[in-house]
């Protein structure tokens, strides 16, 4: 890849739009953006000197490379619909990287359909948050086909600064799947050990102190510790996408056979959050259904 491609996005919210920033800095063109809100994607396209195209197929028509970071499984399936406006209309000889966390196999069933339409695809699943995004420092897994890999290593590494080939294509969507489960089973944990400490009546800025001395620690615990304890849950990674990561890594577990009940009880309690109207706050919010005398009052409710 001598020539720098030009780039689409779609799905141009905090993660997309950050990283279209990211790629137009380092030199490449940006040359489509598209977002189901259309106002979002104009006011980035104008930052940009992008289109914002009212079709999939127009990004497709615009761009060697797209880059997607849609919500779920439903939205992937959408934009890379076989029959209507799609990102596979005209699709021959362009590539796709997908880094949105949706379930494994559907990354599996859109490299099909895109093969079938004589396009590559590449998921790149993150794991990272916004700023991250906007330095080009995402941490980056990957899977698909090694060559596509390789071909898209130059985008790949203004992104991140060592981008990591997993396997064939779902193979990083499992292991991302995984990282957030974890990740969330980690962040409930915290969110009732500075619960049960204030209860009790503890100096959390002390007790916070000690968890990171000890096997309390955790990269969590510098991240949302602090916002745990002042309420301050402004969102880089929310709830309701806490909830259905974690919903992926417990189908996962139920096809190996798995019980896995502390991955069941943190997606219980996010999607108690969504059902509660909060889950656009981030992650940290947790600590909303924890803490004596929350019960998220204080707060407001997300629309």
Not at 179 to 208: F, H, P, Y
Not at 256 to 270: D, E, G, I, S
Not at 284 to 293: D, K
Request: hydrophobic share 45%; charged share 20%.
């Amino acid at each position: 890849m001598k020539n720098k491609p030009s780039l689409g996005f779609v799905g141009v919210g905090r993660m997309g739009a950050n990283m279209a920033r990211r790629l137009k800095d380092r030199g490449f063109a940006v040359a489509a953006v598209f977002d189901s809100r259309p106002e979002v994607a104009r006011a980035l396209a104008s930052e940009l000197g992008a289109r914002a195209p009212a079709a999939l197929a127009e990004v497709t028509a615009s761009a060697d490379t797209v880059l997607t970071v849609v919500s779920d499984d439903r939205a992937m399936r959408a934009i890379f619909a076989p029959r209507g406006d799609s990102l596979l209309r005209g699709a021959r000889g362009r590539a796709f990287i997908n880094c949105a966390t949706v379930t494994p196999s559907v990354h599996v069933e859109i490299e099909r359909l895109a093969r079938r339409a004589g396009a590559r695809t590449l998921e790149a699943c993150m794991a990272s948050s916004i700023a991250q995004a906007r330095q080009g420092t995402l941490y980056l897994m990957c899977g698909g086909a090694r060559t596509t890999f390789a071909t898209l290593l130059p985008v790949l590494k203004a992104l991140s600064p060592a981008p990591r080939y997993i396997g064939p294509a779902g193979r990083a969507a499992q292991v991302k799947a995984l990282v957030n489960m974890v990740m969330n089973i980690n962040t409930a944990g915290l969110a009732e050990g500075l619960a049960l400490g204030s209860a009790l009546g503890l100096d959390l800025d002390l007790l916070r102190e000690v968890f990171a001395q000890t096997g309390a620690a955790s990269r969590v615990l510098e991240t949302d510790g602090a916002d745990m304890q002042n309420r301050e849950h402004a969102c880089w990674f929310s709830a309701t996408h806490a909830a259905k990561d974690s919903g992926i890594a417990l189908a996962l577990g139920r096809r190996a056979r798995l019980t896995l009940p502390l991955a069941a009880a943190t997606a219980h309690q996010y999607a108690r959050m969504t059902r509660a109207g909060l889950g656009e706050l981030d992650k940290s919010g947790i600590a909303e259904l924890t803490f004596r005398g929350r019960g998220g009052r204080g707060l407001p409710r997300v629309r």
